[in-house]
């Protein structure tokens, strides 16, 4: 019985090491071939300009993770921005496609908070219910 549980065991370490070695070479023979012409997914970083030299049209961008060094496309132009700019940047590989300036969020002004007498009466008047509240 021992000898058959080792042979058992034997075969089934033999079977994983070959099912390893042959997913290793499906995943080498799959691997996509970069080819020339082939397009990339375009990507967008919103940042600061950390380096600028508009002159070269190479720049900067430090997002929330990473950094990123770009040089400006054919139609980018680089003369509006400087160093601390906030922008919003579109890129593929190492060139960026289009530069803007980020949009601010618009300030919602502050004013006092709402006492309970006036949530209780906008929520009164906004249901289906309507009514006088209770006095």
């Known amino acids: 019985m021992k000898k058959l549980f080792t042979l058992f065991l034997a ?4 079977l994983s090491l070959a099912a ?26 919103t940042g600061t300009v950390e380096v600028l030299d508009a002159a070269a049209g ?16 054919k139609n980018v132009k680089l003369d509006a ?3 601390g700019d906030k922008v919003t940047v579109i890129y593929t590989g190492d060139t960026a496609s289009k530069v803007v300036a980020a949009k601010k969020a618009p300030k919602k002004e502050a004013g006092p908070p709402e006492t309970s007498r006036e949530y209780w009466e906008k929520g009164r008047n906004e ?7 209770p006095e």
Do not use: H, N, Y
């Open 11 to 14: 075969v089934a370490f033999a």
């Open 20 to 45: 390893v070695a042959v997913a290793q070479e499906k995943a080498g023979a799959t691997a996509p071939a970069t080819k020339k012409g082939t397009k990339t997914k375009a990507k967008t970083i």
């Open 58 to 73: 190479t720049f900067s961008v430090k997002g929330k993770r990473d950094t990123i060094s770009l040089v400006a496309g």
């Open 81 to 83: 921005f400087k160093k």
């Open 127 to 133: 249901g289906p219910w309507k009514g006088p509240g």
